[in-house]
């Protein structure tokens, strides 16, 4: 019966041994939500797992099918990549971000997860002293965490007050330390869904320079700025990068969400020529293989797998190049995203809740994928656990390395008028008790 008591919910995280929610991991707080429907026998509001809701692109599926069926299933792909998807993401990079990516600069890796662990990781050793990520927060948790495990040091900062120029002032003291590597985030952003502006892109790029720090840019979610409209290649606008800033930056480009192609986990990291050939006196000695890119394929990713999913890199290319020819409009279909945020936003805000990261400069942001929500002066962990005794569950701004008051939401799981109207419902009883 929903709500559910206090009781219950502290007495299921117990049994799953969630000892914070508020720090909890997304998998977890997955988990508990789903303890507490069986608890409850009633379903609950899914909106902590980014899971895409919409259906595979049938190119990939098609292409997938037929590259198994001629047998690739059997045989070890190249661990720097297949040839048509170096030639096809290099290709891609270009129709919609106008970025010049050699092809041997483009590796396939199983997802951008093993892409950010292994480059976090070859960061860190590239200079004496610089063993340090600096994250943009509020930003995918996942990531910090990975550090956290690979024990490098890490740095970071809300972005919520350091917007615009103020974002220059913020960097500066922090890369002026010497010891940031690399800088890393997600634009579009999981979980504000901000999107950084064109002058703060060229502070980050400039900075980046000056500091010989290397930007990772995670573009998980690439042309769902629905503000402008990016579907068409070789076209301007462009999709806004950092890469029009600096030679140091890595681009993530995953299948996942621009393409609803999560389950095979698939994607590329595109790497600036100056980036991939820089050689480095440690990884002559430590890899024997001087450049950056090189120590990468074969002396890190090499050793976290075999190579990335044969049958999924076919999949991958596929997709790639049709988008490219004008024959999947991968940003129309994930328009989907912004009707379903713009309709979730006033479910809560009709409701008494406010959105938290609500401006790019003077702009509302972007309706998509993720946005954040809070309630009064509630802390983020009140929040989410009156939430989830509601039957609705999402994660803190907290586990985002927000230092704000809030959750995350996210769209994907919701479709339906029934669906709106059973989270609509859930938002008005917990407003009632509140």
């Known amino acids: 019966m929903i709500p559910l008591t206090k009781e219950i919910l502290s007495k299921k995280a117990s049994e799953l041994g969630i000892i914070d929610l508020s720090t909890a991991t997304i998998r977890q707080i997955v988990a508990l939500s789903v303890a507490l429907e069986k608890e409850a026998n009633e379903k609950f509001v899914h909106l902590e797992l980014g899971n895409p809701g919409l259906p595979a692109s049938s190119i990939g599926v098609e292409a997938e099918i037929a590259a198994l069926q001629a047998g690739v299933a059997n045989t070890y792909p190249a661990i720097n990549g297949i040839p048509e998807l170096k030639k096809a993401g290099a290709r891609f990079v270009k129709a919609f971000l106008d970025i010049d990516i050699p092809e041997k600069a483009i590796v396939p890796t199983v997802g951008s997860m093993q892409a950010s662990f292994t480059l976090q ?19 995918f948790p996942a990531q910090r965490h990975q550090a956290k495990v690979l024990g490098l040091g890490i740095e970071q900062f809300d972005i919520y007050e350091h917007r615009g120029k103020a974002l220059e002032g913020k960097l500066e003291e922090l890369l002026s330390k010497g010891n940031i590597t ?15 502006t064109e002058e703060e892109l060229e502070i980050i790029g400039r900075l980046a320079t000056k500091y010989d720090v290397i930007v990772i840019e995670d573009l998980a979610y690439m042309g769902m700025d629905f503000r402008r409209d990016f579907s068409h290649p070789f076209e301007a606008p462009y999709i806004p990068t950092v890469g029009k800033y600096t030679d140091n930056f890595i681009m993530l480009i995953s299948g996942s969400k621009i393409f609803s192609y999560a389950g095979q986990r698939i994607a590329i990291v595109a790497m600036n020529k100056h980036v991939y050939e820089r050689q480095y006196e440690f ?10 890119g090189d120590a990468y394929v074969f002396g890190v990713l090499y050793t976290a797998s075999s190579g990335t999913g044969h049958s999924a890199q076919h999949a991958l290319a596929a997709m790639m190049n049709a988008a490219c020819d004008g024959k999947l409009d991968f940003v129309g279909e994930t328009s989907e995203y912004g009707r379903r945020g713009k309709k979730m ?74 669906d709106f109207e059973i989270l609509d419902q859930r938002l008005k009883a917990f407003k009632n008790e509140h």
């Open 182 to 196: 690399g800088m890393l985030f997600s634009n579009p952003n999981n979980p504000s869904w901000i999107n950084l």
């Open 121 to 139: 990781l070859l960061m860190s050793q590239r200079l004496p002293g610089k063993d340090t990520i600096l994250f943009f927060n509020p930003g």
């Open 345 to 418: 936003k006033k479910c809560f805000t009709d409701n008494g809740f406010h959105i938290v990261y609500d401006k790019d400069g003077a702009e509302p942001i972007s309706d998509g994928f993720f946005f954040t929500a809070g309630f009064g002066d509630m802390d983020g962990k009140e929040l989410q656990e009156e939430l989830l005794r509601h039957g609705i569950s999402t994660i803190t701004l907290s586990s985002t390395g927000s230092e704000q008051n809030g959750v995350r939401v996210c769209v994907s799981t919701l479709s339906t008028d029934k």
């Open 283 to 292: 990884f002559t000695k430590f890899y024997e293989m001087p450049a950056f």
